[in-house]
């Protein structure tokens, strides 16, 4: 495996990715350098920095995962990413208090005229004629109240400030758990003091805060930007700024960076950092930490912790679900290997506790299994679903919550022209097993390189007669399990686990024993 960085991250997170591939670390790489070499690398990790593009994701032919070490990704074509099946993730929770600060820091940087005062002294000038506004009961406005504006509002009572916000998506009844009075956007606008902005950019935000909205703000209102730029419409602000119809605006963030050449850095309103809000040492460690942990995870099969184009499971639904990824992944991958003819539909169902949570995670393992090799595309969580329905495969799902015979049990049939093939299987101890296979009940974990399945009639000597060719051809069993159906005399199956193929000539032994209706071999390395 290959890990690309081109921007910045911890050491801490170098360290753990180095555990587990080949890291290569190439900062401030160019569009098309980038372009060059993408196709190389299973993953790739970037910050703001790095411009993530169609074209750059088109020739990514071995990419598995794009990791944010922060919380917005709008540069990253998250919509390209999701059609080549490359999963997204960020880090939304390294940053939050960092950046809830250096808003905090920046209001009141604002408030009291701190870096004007700061650059007069400096220049020579004593000058005592900068005289700032409290903070104190003043209100704060907070347009979104995700994880971040939410921080904002917890540190801004403590000044205490009072809290209005904006954010359709958030009940009243989480606004009063957080002491915060819900507003519409129009009404904090108008009452605000203070306004500051804690939203993704997106079709919806862009230009939320434009020419219109600032006509609202009371002249002697402040505006804060930590959150993305191109949420607030720089040209509107700064003509607001200039007209005096705003009293100032503490801009960390802009709509094109590095913004050496941006309008609001001709105003003397208006205080700047470049882009510094998650730049805390805390937070650059936990995000690089964070990325480096879930990219680690996708390599390895296991979901992530922060997907953002694809379902996050909650770490306690994982404890119950993530043993039963791999036995998905596992009935799937036997499954494809025993149909016979085409398949027309397939049916998963879910006993047991694992009925009670999210799925959804132990489907795409199903389907990995079932469809891996046989697509050239890479078959994960994103894109699964649109790969069974492009190849026309009808899935549905069945959720018991209760099971005869064991805590849990996966159940995996596929319809084709020939019949119907089952699969079920388990986890015991940690370890998947196999507990049915169509009408024969087993436990058997399945190892060794390759897995051999036979149905014949339930009679003395089969299971001599099979095991004298496979030693006979030199080949080492290293598990075996009969069943038989519930009459004497009637059908059985064998099932061998074996450590290397059998040639065809010994398969064509085994097939010539009399009695014997099937035999099937399943390669467990694809």
């Not at 942990?293 to 306690?316: F, M, W």
């Not at 051809?473 to 519930?486: D, F, K, L, T």
Request: charged share 20%; proline share 4%.
């Amino acid at each position: 495996m290959k890990i690309l960085v081109t921007d910045p991250i911890a050491a801490q997170g170098i360290e753990i990715l180095r555990r587990h591939a080949e890291v290569d670390v190439k900062k401030s790489i160019t569009s098309a350098g980038l372009r060059s070499i993408i196709g190389d690398y299973d993953a790739l990790i970037v910050r703001s920095q790095t411009k993530v593009t169609a074209d750059i994701i088109e020739a990514a032919g071995k990419l598995q995962i794009i990791g944010r070490a922060g919380v917005g990704v709008d540069n990253i074509d998250v919509d390209a990413a999701t059609r080549r099946g490359i999963i997204v993730v960020n880090s939304p929770e390294g940053n939050i208090v960092s950046t809830a600060e250096h808003t905090l820091a920046m209001l009141l940087a604002l408030a009291r005229r701190i870096p004007q005062a700061h650059g007069l002294l400096h220049a020579g000038v004593w000058s005592r004629d900068f005289k700032g506004a409290e903070i104190r009961n003043k209100v704060l406005g907070i347009i979104g109240l995700g994880r971040v504006g939410t921080e904002v509002a917890d540190m801004a009572k403590g000044l205490r400030m009072e809290v209005i916000a904006y954010d359709p998506m958030v009940t009243e009844s989480r606004a009063e758990r957080l002491g915060v009075r819900l507003v519409e956007l129009e009404t904090l606008l108008k009452a605000s003091d203070f306004v500051t902005v804690h939203v993704p950019l997106n079709t919806s935000t862009r230009d939320l805060i434009s020419y219109d909205e600032l006509k609202l703000v009371k002249p002697t209102a402040m505006l804060i930007n930590c959150a993305r730029g191109g949420v607030v419409d720089e040209e509107a602000l700064y003509d607001a700024l200039d007209r005096g119809k705003l009293a100032g605006a503490a801009i960390d963030v802009f709509s094109k960076e590095p913004a050496q050449d941006n309008i609001l850095l001709q105003s003397d309103k208006v205080i700047t950092t470049p882009h510094l809000a998650a730049s805390t040492f805390e937070a650059e460690a936990s995000a690089s930490i964070d990325i480096a942990e879930q990219v680690v995870d996708v390599l390895q099969g296991r979901p992530p912790k922060s997907p953002v184009n694809a379902p996050t499971i909650p770490a306690e639904a994982m404890s119950v679900l993530g043993p039963y990824i791999q036995v998905g992944t596992t009935i799937g991958m036997i499954v494809v290997q025993l149909l016979e003819g085409h398949p027309n539909s397939l049916s998963i169902r879910y006993q047991g506790d694992i009925a009670r949570e999210d799925t959804s995670p132990i489907k795409v393992a199903v389907l990995a299994g079932l469809l891996n090799g046989l697509t050239e595309e890479r078959v994960n969580m994103v894109n699964a679903d649109i790969i069974a329905e492009s190849r026309g495969l009808n899935v549905t799902e069945q959720k018991e919550t209760t099971c005869e015979n064991y805590a849990n049990m996966l159940t995996v049939e596929v319809s084709t022209k020939a019949g119907n093939t089952l699969v079920a299987g388990s986890s015991l101890r940690g370890r998947t097993h196999l507990t049915q296979m169509g009408n024969y009940w087993l436990e058997i974990e399945p190892t060794g390189s390759y897995m051999m399945f036979t149905e014949h009639k339930d009679r003395p000597g089969m299971i001599g007669v099979v095991g004298t060719i496979i030693g006979n051809a030199g080949i080492n069993i290293s598990q075996m399990q009969v069943s038989r159906e519930v009459h004497r005399s009637g059908g059985a199956m064998m099932v061998l686990c074996l450590d290397d193929p059998i040639t065809e000539e010994y398969y064509q032994q085994i097939r010539a024993i009399p009695d014997m209706y099937k035999v099937l071999v399943v390669n467990l390395n694809k």
